[in-house]
């Protein structure tokens, strides 16, 4: 027998079991994606940030005599609600995940799986956008309880706003738990989320604001997300907001995209 025929194949590729390889790219996404939901859900810390607050907060302004918002106001308070909690899954808690995940070495290990870069990032943000509409259809469905009545058109649009602003406060905390150390994300994250909370408040508290001070407001991503949305779940488009949302969103996404270390 001939040198040739000793070290050729005899038998079709995949006769024989097991047959090691890396599995598809979307099942590796799918599997990451499943992974990092079931350590959001079972996080008491980010439960608190996702479920606690943003329902105590849309109950309690519901039912409770917080300022003069007029006899429609539930109209007004389920769309700021929905932005903090938007605000408080794709930002605060997925740049603090994400920070201690450096720090432990846990997003340096998942780059030496098979898995790309990208299938990392993907994958959280698939489970943070898996949680936001869990938010969304829980606030909705306490929001009719107490009085609100959206249109079909309000729910759609209102779905794209909270879509996109998803995606502009994920590339934020993408941004922030991939270029600052642990300690520092966790004080920054909670410190920015009350800060733009306070100022996103700003445009409910009153009517008289001047024109300029809620311009500027809306500039902000939770101000531009609060009235975008606002007028999104009332059939109307915020372009002010939606341009807002998209330049925040592209501009973090790309610093991201550059200064982003995985150790």
């Known amino acids: ?16 079991a097991p047959a090691p390889r890396p599995a598809p790219r979307v099942a590796m996404l799918l599997a990451q994606t499943r992974l990092d939901l079931v350590l959001l859900l079972r996080n008491g810390e980010q439960l608190l940030l996702t479920m606690f607050i943003p329902v105590t907060l849309l109950i309690g302004l519901a039912l409770l005599p917080f300022g003069d918002m007029g006899p429609d106001k539930i109209d007004k308070i389920v769309p700021a609600v929905m932005m903090v909690a938007v605000m408080s899954t794709a930002f605060t808690g997925q740049a603090i995940a994400i920070g201690f995940d450096r720090r432990y070495g846990a997003l340096k290990r998942l780059g030496a799986t098979p898995l790309p870069r990208w299938g990392i990032i993907a994958g959280k ?36 706003l909270i879509a996109l602003g998803t995606a502009t406060f994920a590339a934020m905390g993408l941004l922030l738990g991939g270029t600052l150390k642990a300690e520092v994300v966790l004080a920054l994250a909670n410190i920015l989320w009350f800060v733009m909370l306070g100022i996103a408040s700003v445009v409910f508290a009153s009517d008289e604001l001047p024109t300029a001070v809620h311009t500027l407001v809306r500039l902000v991503p939770s101000g531009a997300l609060a009235v975008a949305l606002e007028h999104a779940l009332s059939g109307g488009v915020d372009w002010l907001g939606v341009g807002a949302l998209i330049v925040w969103g592209t501009g973090a996404g790309l610093l991201a995209a550059r200064w982003f270390r995985f150790e």
């Open 1 to 16: 027998m001939t040198k040739p025929e000793l070290t050729a194949n005899r038998f079709e590729p995949g006769t024989f």
């Open 125 to 160: 943000s698939g489970a943070v956008l898996l949680v936001v509409i869990l938010q969304a259809v829980l606030l909705g469905l306490i929001g009719m309880a107490l009085g609100w009545r959206p249109t079909p058109l309000g729910l759609l649009l209102g779905a794209v």
